[in-house]
């Protein structure tokens, strides 16, 4: 972590600098698993979703540069409450429960779902949601209702290919562009898609760029 007041000095607002921000120290502040137990809406947010076991814990970690800021499990639906880290005292990275396949009853996965959708639809300071796919996998049925519900909300998503060290250079490719077709007609889905690997370390930089820009611009209307 991060360490001194030299490092949590803000940085000029004109240039994002997500290497800068990814730096800071971050916390985990908060755990969810009932409306009830959200936070209060603060710093802009933004969340991480996908299936159990596409990455998302392992992008949270190379992200932050941490090994266990988030917890890294074979075993698909560990993530069981939305969990709050706050980075730099600027920027909530939000890590939602996986979708799809858990070792979990029925009624708690009812729960998880409940609890996502009323997180997408009324949580005022949430800037974006990642929604991470596997690079070998694609989309699946399981990613349909939860880009149904952010179309339906206006809630900016953006789709980010996870493990793109797995697949050859021409699947990856291909994968993208199949992808990219897929998204076209997705109202609410950000155009570009982000590639990706936690272990690489491919797409970490301008992730981090991208995601600095929420930050900072949030910094920046409260000092006007």
Same mark, same amino acid.
């Given at each position: 972590?991060?360490?001194?007041?030299?490092?949590?000095?803000?940085?000029?607002?004109?240039?994002?600098?997500?290497?800068?921000?990814?730096?800071?120290?971050?916390?985990?502040?908060?755990?969810?698993?009932?409306?009830?137990?959200?936070?209060?809406?603060?710093?802009?947010? +933004?969340?991480?979703?996908?299936?159990?076991?596409?990455?998302?814990?392992?992008?949270?970690?190379?992200? =932050?540069?941490?090994?266990?800021?988030?917890?890294?499990?074979? =075993?698909?639906?560990?993530?069981?409450?939305?969990?709050?880290?706050?980075?730099?005292?600027?920027?909530?990275?939000?890590?939602?429960?996986?979708? *799809?396949?858990?070792? +979990?009853?029925?009624?708690? +996965?009812?729960?998880? =779902?409940?609890? =996502?959708?009323?997180?997408?639809?009324?949580?005022?300071?949430?800037? $974006?949601?990642?929604?991470?796919?596997?690079?070998? @996998?694609?989309?699946?049925?399981?990613?349909?209702?939860?880009?149904?519900?952010?179309?339906?909300? *206006?809630?900016?998503?953006?789709? @980010?290919?996870?493990?793109?060290?797995?697949?050859?250079?021409?699947?990856?490719?291909?994968?993208?562009?199949?992808?990219?077709?897929?998204?076209?007609?997705?109202?609410?889905?950000?155009?570009?898609?982000?590639?990706?690997?936690?272990?690489?370390?491919?797409?970490?930089?301008?992730? $981090?760029?991208?995601?600095?820009?929420?930050?900072?611009?949030?910094?920046?209307?409260?000092?006007?």
């Amino acid at each position: 972590m991060a360490d001194g007041s030299a490092a949590l000095t803000t940085p000029p607002l004109t240039t994002p600098d997500g290497a800068w921000l990814f730096a800071q120290e971050c916390q985990f502040v908060a755990g969810a698993d009932s409306v009830e137990r959200l936070p209060p809406p603060g710093l802009p947010e +933004v969340a991480f979703a996908g299936r159990s076991n596409v990455g998302k814990s392992s992008l949270l970690n190379a992200l =932050t540069g941490r090994k266990h800021l988030a917890r890294v499990s074979n =075993t698909p639906g560990r993530t069981q409450q939305i969990n709050f880290f706050q980075l730099g005292r600027q920027l909530m990275l939000v890590d939602l429960p996986g979708h *799809g396949y858990a070792k +979990v009853s029925k009624a708690k +996965v009812k729960g998880w =779902t409940r609890l =996502t959708e009323a997180f997408i639809r009324g949580r005022p300071n949430l800037q $974006r949601v990642l929604l991470l796919v596997d690079s070998k @996998v694609g989309l699946k049925d399981a990613d349909g209702p939860l880009m149904d519900l952010m179309d339906e909300a *206006g809630l900016s998503y953006q789709v @980010v290919m996870t493990k793109a060290d797995k697949p050859k250079p021409a699947e990856l490719a291909e994968m993208k562009a199949s992808l990219t077709r897929q998204l076209a007609r997705r109202p609410a889905c950000h155009p570009e898609i982000a590639v990706t690997s936690a272990a690489a370390g491919t797409g970490l930089a301008e992730l $981090r760029d991208a995601l600095a820009a929420f930050a900072v611009a949030e910094v920046s209307q409260r000092g006007a």
